[in-house]
């Protein structure tokens, strides 16, 4: 954390990397996309699973709530589950036409002269898919998915040999600093999940609580939507229509008054 902190002053730009989640993150949470995703595991748990069409959605819950993911969680409990068939079934079958294209969020993306990464606990399929429909797809470096964080999985001959791993578990968050190479004290990490951004605080992140209106302790900065994503960061490079950089820069006093800070609890 001390060679972090020692980067952060010797550097001329305080951050050198976004790091973005990609569902209910780089799009509204209300598109019916993640309601969807819920009916479809809830089939998934039915149809391949065998469990009751009554029990189905709050096992569903349960399986989320301790193990992080409803497929982490058949694992664990000893489900050969395979992941390449359940996210073909869980996402394969999403109604992708209600997202649609961001012309706003594409231009606003690309005149940031940062690193751009996603990070997300969804499949490299999936991921592709929504920055596609987003017309995304050029605006990102890197994606760190399911499949980065779970290289062995394949290779597993029983079911708890290799646990999955996802956000917001710190092997997770480590796996994709390592991948991506990033500085955590140089890079702002987007998440609308609040424990995924209390992991990224807990590795020394800079922390975007996005799609709310009231700060966590461990988010240095909310959104209510990405779109205003510039209005966080102290200095970001914009490129300019004659090709050259532009600035936007401002002090902590203006920051505090386009975000304002509410007490957890309040």
């Given at each position: ?57 709050s096992c569903r819950v349960e399986l989320f709530k301790k193990y992080g993911s409803t ?196």
């Amino acid at each position: 954390m001390d060679f972090c902190c020692k980067s952060l002053r010797d550097s001329a730009s305080p951050i050198d990397c976004l790091l973005f989640d990609l569902d209910d993150t780089l799009y509204h949470g209300k598109t019916g996309i993640a309601e969807a995703c819920k009916r479809n595991i809830d089939d998934f748990l039915v149809q391949k699973c065998g469990f009751g069409e009554t029990t189905a959605s709050s096992c569903r819950v349960e399986l989320f709530k301790k193990y992080g993911s409803t497929l982490a969680g058949l694992r664990a409990l000893g489900c050969n589950i395979d992941a390449d068939d359940y996210h073909s079934f869980v996402h394969g079958r999403l109604p992708y036409q209600l997202i649609q294209p961001d012309s706003q969020l594409r231009s606003l993306l690309r005149s940031i002269a940062l690193r751009k990464v996603i990070f997300t606990n969804s499949d490299r399929n999936h991921a592709i898919k929504v920055l596609d429909r987003l017309g995304l797809q050029d605006c990102f470096d890197q994606i760190i998915c399911f499949e980065t964080m779970n290289p062995n999985l394949p290779k597993s001959t029983r079911p708890d040999e290799f646990p999955v791993i996802l956000k917001p578990s710190l092997d997770a968050m480590k796996i994709a600093l390592d991948a991506a190479n990033i500085d955590p004290c140089r890079t702002l990490f987007f998440d609308d999940n609040v424990r995924n951004i209390a992991a990224g605080k807990t590795l020394g992140l800079k922390t975007v609580l996005v799609g709310k209106t009231m700060k966590t302790k461990e988010a240095d900065y909310v959104l209510e939507t990405v779109h205003n994503l510039a209005q966080v960061i102290p200095e970001i490079r914009l490129n300019g229509e004659d090709g050259g950089d532009q600035r936007i820069k401002r002090t902590g006093s203006e920051l505090d008054t386009i975000l304002p800070t509410t007490p957890v609890g309040a």
